[in-house]
């Protein structure tokens, strides 16, 4: 079964899919540290402000890329509401998680630009994963069959 998986996972397709949604992730992850910096560094708001900034830029951004890019289908235009909820519900787990992740960290010391690093690491796979199965799902070939 885990030789299926993998075989049907890691194929030519999948491949041009993930490089396609980290080019989506790359555009977040850099305008919104960009922002942060700025909000950060530059304005000195606290870690959370200046992030919450970055992070609302960067997951519109991330949006667009991702559904009408990276993971577009024409299965996913008959259902766009029900992918746009999947997509803010999942940003919302992300929003407690990553600053669960940058809080912790600053915490005990670390910088806010490296705990930004460190979140960013553990949402790459995590986020290719939830957007490929559950909020962005190539489901056209499967309805194609139905008709």
Do not use: C
């Amino acid at each position: 079964m885990l030789k299926r998986f993998l075989k049907s996972f890691w194929n030519l397709a999948t491949l041009i899919r993930f490089l396609k949604y980290m080019v989506g992730g790359g555009l977040y992850f850099w305008v919104g540290l960009g922002l942060f910096a700025i909000g950060y560094s530059g304005f000195h708001w606290s870690w959370w402000q200046a992030k919450l900034l970055g992070d609302v830029v960067g997951w519109t951004l991330n949006y667009v890329v991702q559904r009408y890019w990276a993971f577009d289908s024409r299965g996913l235009k008959l259902h766009e509401m029900e992918h746009a909820m999947r997509y803010a519900l999942l940003t919302a787990v992300n929003f407690g998680i990553d600053y669960l992740i940058v809080g912790g960290l600053n915490s005990i010391g670390v910088t806010p630009y490296i705990g930004v690093f460190v979140s960013s690491s553990f949402f790459t796979i995590w986020n290719f994963l939830w957007y490929k199965y559950w909020v962005f799902p190539d489901n056209s070939s499967k309805q194609s069959k139905k008709i």
